[in-house]
């Protein structure tokens, strides 16, 4: 088995970071701000767009209005994302992320503090009955499992600096599961944070730090660095 580790050296074109490409598959540093793909709610441009733009032959097998896309990341979100080139590694990482092989760490900052260095959230996610646009947790809801660890606490910021590993992948797992905690990530207003100035606008403390996966018997692993803010924020 071969591995191949990559540390982020970042390619921009319009706003959108190469870190990595072959002929399989694209890894991209996802700003904050922008949407993975398109929405029925939204017309602009999209990391999708991106992608068929640069690789037109995506559309002639990719699914309809997520060509290339196997996972995504919100809108507020930055970090790594991975996006098939060609269609048998389209539908290896799709199973990949199905059946929970893909490695994926984030990191965030989040208001106040966790009750412990580190642990496991096993918290059931349901669709938010007062709020559409939410998730929340409920008896009800999908098994959500997410680790985290904590880095560093600013206790004259009062904020953490934590890392997080997804076991399951459901929508908005991380910002519910830190608000159910009463530690919602910073600048995360529909996750009850509090507005912080020195955070843009369609942006919360949360990154895609890490991802490995393997693909055609070689172990890749991608590391990238979260947007400035988040130094901006702690340096205060």
Known sequence: MVYRCYCFRSLKIDNIEIVYKNESFIIFNKPNGLLTHPTNKSTEITLRDYLINQYPTILTWGEDGREGIVHRLDRVTSGLIVCALKLDSFMELKDKFKNRNIQKKYIALIEGSLPSESGTLKLPLARSIQNRSKRTVSETG???????????????????????????????????????????????????????????????????????????????????????????????
């Not at 999908?142 to 953490?160: A, F, H």
């Not at 172990?219 to 130094?231: D, M, R, T």
């Open 142 to 236: 999908r098994d959500s499992i997410t680790n985290y660890e904590v880095i560093k606490i600013y206790e004259n910021l009062n904020i953490s600096k934590i890392e997080l590993g997804l076991i399951t992948g459901r929508n908005h797992q991380i910002r519910a599961h830190m608000e159910y905690m009463k530690t919602p990530i910073l600048n995360d207003t529909l996750y009850s944070a509090s507005r912080n100035n020195l955070i843009p606008t369609n942006s919360i403390a949360l990154h895609s730090g890490f991802l490995k996966f393997k693909l055609n018997d070689i172990v890749h692993s991608f590391s990238a660095e979260p947007p400035n803010f988040f130094y901006q924020v702690l340096e205060v």
